[in-house]
């Protein structure tokens, strides 16, 4: 993070613009302390314990959004330093809510921290739903634990050559969606940061109008099919670069989410022709980017959705629980444990009917573990439970009981907009006073790090011997 730093401080010292000053400070600083700490503790050993695993995943995500928000503290921003903790958490944990108004006429620089801040978060959020949640039995991941072809028990290569496959596969996908920008007429500046959240679905735009700033059909289009790419598991990307090293894997969840995208889209155009009174043509497109960008909790908007139709609204509210797919960069309850409910729920009410029948629960052609099911069912009894704590608390804060529910909805969700003047698609979290924004904060940790991750943390029974 340190020396992603660099790249604003250009910005703005060719802008001439001073706070080139405060990105080198802090990369400097940051880079001293990193280095002291490395080389106080070479050559320490740690045991690879699971309770190290839970510690070393949310100490590296509370480090890495301290890092981020000093430029934003610092910088002349005039934010307080709640509100800069709340910006550099949406775009770590790619949120994308923002306590800044005035985007248009931000510094470059800040503005390109800010998409560094999704791009980082996005390729963070893939390394740890592959590489080391599933190790952790968090949230039914385990049931996506990549298995090698190869079983000769060389676990270091092949986590390699994983990490190097999302590397490559990230980049350029990234690099390719910002050359399609600049193709259809974004300036370089604006086709970099806007892919660079769009691929880690975390929606942070150079614009307070977001990409309906650019007024194109194809640029929504091109945005549609990456955030939708971004939403999809890495792992099915992955394959094609290492073919010999991992099986091929089929997954389900895969062809429920794009049906989902579909069906939702074409309600959702339907009701804009039908209640609107909207071409067909302009209907797709802006139902099918909206859609798309709400339940790859992108939160991209091209125009204030809340106002088409209350039809419209209801859709939009059940796609800003779906999320995406495990093992992507999406977030919200996810389609993977969408499956593994309706199994369970099948193989329940087959046992209600049929008392004495065996009921084996599948998973596209794997059987889900006792282990995965519970699982499954903590993290969807959390996720609600915080829902319901962070819209009372929300409440207490001083904010009106929708707009506390919708901003605790997409915290915990990790969506973006949510419902209402304050908190909708057409406004930001500026007017949300700082104890609520420091509530929103921490359930967009919890969110992100599938909740079960940060809360086992918090229990006593963690830290006894």
């Known amino acids: 993070m340190s020396g992603a730093m660099l790249l604003p401080a250009l910005v703005d010292l060719s802008d001439g613009n001073r706070d080139w000053i405060v990105f080198v400070g802090t990369g400097t600083t940051v880079a001293a302390i990193c280095s002291l700490v490395a080389v106080a503790t070479r050559g320490a050993g740690v045991r690879p314990t699971p309770r190290f695993g839970f510690l070393l995943v ?166 549609t099919v990456f955030m939708i790419a971004g939403s999809l598991p890495f792992v099915l990307f992955i394959r094609f670069f290492l073919p010999r090293r991992f099986q091929r894997w089929r997954d389900p969840q895969v062809t429920l989410f794009l049906v989902l995208c579909l069906v939702l889209s074409l309600v959702l155009a339907a009701t804009r022709v039908v209640i609107n009174e909207v071409p067909i043509g302009e209907a797709l497109i802006s139902a099918t980017f909206n859609l798309v960008s709400v339940i790859t909790t992108t939160g991209f908007v091209s125009e204030d ?76 009894f959390l996720f609600f439970l915080s829902l319901l704590v962070g819209t009372t608390v929300l409440s207490m804060c001083g904010l009106e009981l929708l707009t506390a529910f919708s901003a605790s909805l997409t915290a915990v969700g990790n969506v973006g907009p949510g419902f209402g003047p304050a908190v909708g698609p057409a406004g930001n979290f500026s007017s949300v006073s700082d104890p609520a924004l420091w509530i929103l904060s921490f359930l967009m940790l919890i969110g992100r790090l599938e909740i079960v991750t940060v809360l086992v943390i918090l229990s006593p029974g963690f830290w006894r011997d």
């Open 305 to 380: 959705f809340t106002l088409w139709s209350n039809a419209a609204i209801g859709i939009f509210f059940l796609a800003m629980f779906i999320g995406g797919c495990a093992g992507s960069t999406a977030g919200g309850i996810k389609v993977n444990r969408i499956i593994i409910l309706y199994e369970l729920v099948r193989a329940s009410f087959g046992q209600v009917i049929r008392p004495h029948s065996v009921q084996r629960l599948k998973y596209g052609r794997d059987d889900i573990s006792i282990e995965t099911i519970q699982s499954v069912t903590i993290f969807i």
């Open 58 to 223: 949310t100490t590296i995500w509370l480090v890495s959004v301290f890092v981020g928000t000093l430029p934003l503290y610092f910088a002349e921003t005039e934010l307080s330093f709640a509100a800069a903790v709340f910006e550099s958490m949406s775009g770590l944990t790619t949120t994308g809510a923002t306590v800044i108004s005035g985007l248009d006429a931000l510094p470059r620089g800040l503005l390109l921290w800010r998409s560094l801040l999704n791009f980082l978060g996005g390729i963070g959020i893939v390394g740890m739903a592959i590489l080391i949640l599933p190790s952790l039995r968090v949230g039914g991941l385990a049931l996506f634990k990549l298995e090698s072809s190869d079983r000769s028990g060389k676990l270091l290569p092949r986590v390699s050559q994983l990490a190097a496959g999302i590397v490559a596969i990230y980049g350029a996908m990234t690099l390719l969606c910002a050359l399609l920008y600049f193709a259809l007429g974004m300036s370089l500046f604006d086709a970099v940061n806007h892919a660079m959240s769009t691929l880690a679905t975390g929606g942070f735009s150079t614009h307070d109008e977001s990409i309906g700033f650019f007024e194109s059909d194809a640029i929504l289009m091109v945005a």
